[in-house]
């Protein structure tokens, strides 16, 4: 693995992300500014707690990201809940970002069970 950009759950996280702004852009959650700030906020943790957890070099401080970011994941899905009742988004969009955050949760989820069993602790420990 040469860098995060190579783990799959920051990838997904990247396209969630990237979801969220094409949300702002072309509806009227653009004008909802809180949200829009919150959301904005959020699926940007989700990526930059994975990236920086794995810059971390050692398993145990990225675990902790890692949860930072699965927590992050959850505020997201939380705030699509208001942006869907808003009717900021339709409900087909809504379920077609929802099924993305909740696979990125359970992705993340079994990725930090996986880093909790491995022997190895990280690379700053080689």
């Known amino acids: ?27 009227s959650l653009n004008t909802d500014y809180s949200l829009k700030n919150q959301m904005n906020a959020s699926s940007g943790s989700i990526m930059d707690n994975i990236a920086e957890g794995f810059e971390r070099n050692g398993n145990r401080e990225f675990i902790q990201f890692l949860s930072i970011a699965k927590a992050s994941c959850g505020e997201l899905r939380s705030q699509f809940y208001r942006c869907l009742d808003r009717k900021h988004i339709t409900q087909e969009e809504f379920e077609r970002i929802q099924s993305k955050t909740i696979l990125e949760g359970k992705k993340i989820g079994a990725f930090m069970a996986y880093l909790k069993k491995s022997e190895r602790k990280g690379t700053k420990y080689d």
């Open 1 to 27: 693995m040469n860098g995060f950009e190579d783990l799959e759950i920051w990838g997904l996280a990247r396209e969630i992300s990237n979801d969220v702004w094409h949300c702002m852009e072309t509806t």
